[in-house]
């Protein structure tokens, strides 16, 4: 990890340097017509991202986090910004044994021999504040160790004041500044969640209680003389990747696709908690359409009147009542409090890309092919038609975690490649 003087120094250039992008490209396109503007500032917003992910990549730890949990919120940030940051959510180089090993004899007060008798020196996953390594228990068990990289949490604030800097001074962040503290607000806490191993394991009981019911749906447990705030080890539940899985029957990938809809949905209605990364490498499966689920850092938790409202919200979407769904979007904080008239036509459009995957009729009637799911592209092309109310609608800081998840589960489905029809397991949480 590079010194705290230095990672500032590193985003502070950064900063700098964006801000003198933004500033010529308003200065050279400061006489140009409309079109030729947006164009203009979509180049620039292009290489600002790939600017920010190119300095953000280089640089393992909660900088490196931050651009992951960035990148998973579209509606926040501006499409080229968020594409670039994309490449941040592939794995990271693993950082040298010799750093790990002294971060585990550290945080477990005794030598790695001592603590396991068997300690793979290499990973099998780094990502960007730790990394996870097979090893073996005195007694003999099978286990994997999540070890937090040395330092990572004490550059957590700078980094996050850092990245905010950068994207306000490209003018990225078209909100107010109440909404922007709002959502920094949720990223901090979502990262300083991810960095307290502690709080992960009270997080992996909680959630492996709660779906103790269905043997299909393992979490791994806690070894707890082995778990401090920087170090987790857990019992060894392995599976296949999802680009496995996507090879099997089809009514496999049906059972683990009921199983990623009940996790989820599960979680927020009955649990009011929500896992809220539901990237696929936080997954395995089985041929027996089992799923394990990986890493409870980022956890959100919501209150009855969050989650009744969002019932709500999903009730009126189901029924196509768009005249009731505009008001819970403004209580949501998605919809402005403004006297700009939104046509009930403009919502309808959303419903009908919206609702296909969940088999809603009359936008879709049977089995939904997530293999071969166009709904992605037909939102670029709704969002491009609707342009002018655009205006009308901002990111909500309380649905945020919310979209994150069922943006993760969509994509998942998709890549998983099943055909699946999810109209009654919706109706098992929303009466509609």
């Given at each position: 990890?590079?010194?705290?003087?230095?990672?500032?120094?590193?985003?502070?250039?950064?900063?700098?340097?964006?801000?003198?992008?933004?500033?010529?490209?308003?200065?050279?396109?400061?006489?140009?017509?409309?079109?030729?503007?947006?164009?203009?500032?979509?180049?620039?917003?292009?290489?600002?991202?790939?600017?920010?992910?190119?300095?953000?990549?280089?640089?393992?730890?909660?900088?490196?986090?931050?651009?992951?949990?960035?990148?998973?919120?579209?509606?926040?940030?501006?499409?080229?910004?968020?594409?670039?940051?994309?490449?941040?959510?592939?794995?990271?180089?693993?950082?040298?044994?010799?750093?790990?090993k002294s971060q585990v004899e550290r945080e477990l007060g005794m030598p790695i021999e001592q603590a396991y008798i068997k300690f793979e020196e290499q990973p099998f996953a780094a990502a960007s504040i730790g990394?996870?390594?097979?090893?073996?228990?005195?007694?003999?068990?099978?286990?994997?160790?999540?070890?937090?990289?040395?330092?990572?949490?004490?550059?957590?604030?700078?980094?996050?004041?850092?990245?905010?800097m950068a994207l306000k001074m490209t003018g990225v962040l078209s909100m107010g500044r109440d909404l922007q503290d709002q959502i920094f607000a949720e990223i901090r806490d979502s990262l300083k969640d991810e960095l307290d191993y502690v709080k992960e394991a009270h997080n992996l009981a909680i959630f492996g209680a709660f779906h103790a019911d269905d043997p299909g749906?393992?979490?791994?447990?806690?070894?707890?003389?082995?778990?401090?705030?920087?170090?987790?080890?857990?019992?060894?539940?392995?599976?296949?990747?999802?680009?496995?899985?996507?090879?099997?029957?089809?009514?496999?990938?049906?059972?683990?696709?009921?199983?990623?809809?009940?996790?989820?949905?599960?979680?927020?209605?009955?649990?009011?908690?929500?896992?809220?990364?539901?990237?696929?490498?936080?997954?395995?499966?089985?041929?027996?359409?089992?799923?394990?689920?990986?890493?409870?850092?980022?956890?959100?938790?919501?209150?009855?009147?969050?989650?009744?409202?969002?019932?709500?919200?999903?009730?009126?979407?189901?029924?196509?009542?768009?005249?009731?769904?505009?008001?819970?979007?403004?209580?949501?904080?998605?919809?402005?409090?403004?006297?700009?008239?939104?046509?009930?036509?403009?919502?309808?459009?959303?419903?009908?890309?919206?609702?296909?995957?969940?088999?809603?009729?009359?936008?879709?009637?049977?089995?939904?092919?997530?293999?071969?799911?166009?709904?992605?592209?037909?939102?670029?092309?709704?969002?491009?038609?609707?342009?002018?109310?655009?205006?009308?609608?901002?990111?909500?800081?309380?649905?945020?975690?919310?979209?994150?998840?069922?943006?993760?589960?969509?994509?998942?489905?998709?890549?998983?490649?099943?055909?699946?029809?999810?109209?009654?397991?919706?109706?098992?949480?929303?009466?509609?």
């Open positions: 990890m590079a010194s705290s003087s230095k990672r500032f120094m590193k985003l502070a250039g950064m900063t700098a340097s964006i801000a003198g992008k933004a500033a010529k490209n308003s200065f050279k396109n400061l006489s140009s017509d409309e079109n030729k503007r947006a164009a203009a500032r979509s180049q620039m917003l292009q290489d600002v991202g790939l600017q920010i992910a190119e300095t953000l990549g280089e640089m393992k730890g909660a900088v490196m986090k931050v651009g992951q949990i960035a990148s998973q919120y579209k509606d926040v940030f501006p499409p080229e910004v968020a594409a670039a940051l994309e490449k941040l959510q592939n794995s990271a180089p693993p950082m040298p044994y010799s750093l790990i990394q996870v390594h097979k090893a073996v228990l005195p007694s003999g068990q099978a286990v994997v160790v999540k070890v937090q990289y040395p330092d990572v949490d004490k550059n957590c604030d700078s980094d996050l004041k850092q990245v905010r749906l393992i979490i791994p447990k806690v070894i707890k003389s082995h778990c401090t705030k920087r170090i987790l080890t857990l019992t060894e539940e392995l599976g296949e990747s999802l680009s496995v899985a996507a090879t099997w029957d089809n009514q496999i990938k049906q059972k683990i696709a009921t199983r990623l809809f009940h996790f989820s949905a599960g979680q927020l209605f009955e649990l009011y908690r929500l896992h809220c990364d539901p990237h696929p490498g936080n997954f395995a499966f089985r041929e027996d359409g089992s799923v394990i689920a990986y890493d409870f850092g980022g956890i959100r938790t919501y209150s009855d009147s969050e989650v009744q409202l969002f019932k709500r919200f999903a009730k009126h979407a189901l029924r196509g009542d768009v005249t009731a769904l505009e008001q819970d979007l403004k209580v949501l904080g998605i919809r402005r409090e403004d006297e700009v008239l939104v046509p009930g036509a403009f919502y309808q459009q959303w419903l009908s890309v919206g609702l296909k995957p969940l088999s809603i009729a009359p936008y879709h009637n049977g089995p939904f092919d997530f293999g071969n799911s166009n709904v992605h592209h037909d939102v670029i092309d709704q969002a491009k038609q609707g342009l002018k109310y655009f205006k009308q609608f901002q990111p909500s800081a309380s649905t945020m975690m919310v979209d994150r998840t069922v943006s993760g589960q969509y994509w998942n489905l998709v890549n998983l490649g099943v055909e699946i029809d999810l109209s009654l397991l919706i109706r098992q949480y929303i009466d509609f």
